[in-house]
């Protein structure tokens, strides 16, 4: 399975790779760079074509190379597993956390209303202004960082003799055992939640009329032009996802209506958002007039979203905890200890 995991996101790298080299030859196609007209909190927003196109199809090609070379090796060399291994996590920040930018979490925020609205024509946007090539490209970046990462934790696991499927080793996992994600992975859960909801509290006081951290001017030209209601709207999913977030650290969050929750319903739509949540956290301290996040005016209504960071890794050990504590008993090695109840299972064997 693993050689698998390798060889398909070896596929993926190498057809990235090659588009990417297309646009090399070409000169057209490249998404990023000063060409995008949406980019101005973009990471690459000064790449020029001539340099990034290249520099894409390098990266990919040579990532390609380096799951075929871990697919071929059970037992690589200390210093060929450290390189490997290094140079693919390198890969896999840089798909996720700079070509991924901030329009990836606008875009997951704003989704539901613009499903929701558009059969009433709400809100009136043109949507070719947010479906664009950049944005399918991002897309495209975020499948292949988690294939690569996949790919590279079983070939991990494989190459320190753990079951490559689950992790588990013979000597058990100490901070990986039940109990142990259970309450480090609490202490996560309310970490990840509370951040949301500061950032919600900031915009529903503003459609409430009070500027906090913001002039009285600048609040009432949002609710003059109806701004403010759209970042109502995202407070108000902000607010859901908290709880949804603590719900990660509730009986509730594994049995609903007296049906067992399944792992993954709740730990990838949590894994997304803290992935999207670093890559607009990154775009945020690196867009332009980011400097104005600690010397500007209005810098108290911005201080939920300097703790972005704190949110992304606490929500992403909130999730792993919630799958650690959950899952049942490993198919392939046979560790572990399923739980009739589907609650919290028994400790490795």
């Not at 700079?98 to 997951?108: C, E, K, N, W």
């Not at 079983?154 to 190459?159: A, F, V």
């Not at 609903?256 to 670093?278: D, E, H, K, N």
Request: proline share 6%; hydrophobic share 55%; aromatic share 10%.
């Amino acid at each position: 399975m693993t050689n698998t995991a390798l060889k398909v996101a070896a596929g993926w790298a190498a057809g990235y790779g090659t588009l990417a080299l297309g646009w090399a030859v070409t000169g057209h196609g490249f998404p990023f760079g000063p060409g995008d007209a949406r980019n101005s909190a973009s990471p690459l927003r000064a790449l020029d074509a001539s340099v990034g196109a290249p520099l894409f199809a390098a990266v990919l090609i040579t990532a390609a190379l380096a799951l075929l070379a871990m697919a071929g090796t059970d037992r690589p060399h200390r210093l060929a597993r450290i390189g490997l291994a290094g140079y693919l996590w390198l890969v896999v920040a840089a798909l996720l956390f700079v070509v991924v930018d901030v329009r990836a979490l606008t875009f997951a925020g704003y989704l539901p209303m613009l499903i929701g609205g558009l059969p009433f024509g709400w809100p009136p946007i043109d949507y070719s202004l947010i479906f664009t090539w950049a944005l399918a490209n991002e897309v495209i970046a975020i499948v292949g960082g988690v294939l690569i990462a996949r790919a590279v934790v079983r070939w991990l696991r494989r190459t320190r003799n753990a079951c490559e499927s689950c992790g588990r080793t013979a000597v058990g996992g100490g901070w990986t055992e039940p109990e142990a994600a259970r309450r480090w992975g609490k202490v996560a859960a309310y970490v990840a939640a509370a951040i949301p909801a500061m950032y919600a509290a900031v915009r529903i006081a503003w459609g409430l009329g009070i500027p906090l951290g913001i002039s009285p001017e600048f609040l009432a030209d949002m609710h003059r032009t109806g701004l403010v209601w759209a970042g109502v709207g995202l407070a108000s999913f902000a607010l859901v996802g908290s709880f949804l977030t603590i719900g990660l650290t509730r009986p509730w969050g594994e049995r609903l209506f007296g049906r067992r929750v399944p792992i993954r319903l709740a730990t990838i739509p949590a894994s997304l958002v803290a992935i999207f949540v670093m890559s607009a956290s990154v775009s945020l301290f690196t867009g332009d007039g980011s400097e104005k996040l600690f010397t500007g005016e209005e810098r108290a209504a911005v201080l939920p979203m300097l703790l972005w960071p704190l949110w992304s890794v606490a929500l992403g050990l909130a999730a792993y905890g919630y799958h650690l504590r959950r899952r049942p008993a490993c198919k392939v090695c046979d560790q572990g200890v399923d739980s009739p109840a589907g609650l919290v299972p028994g400790p490795t064997r």
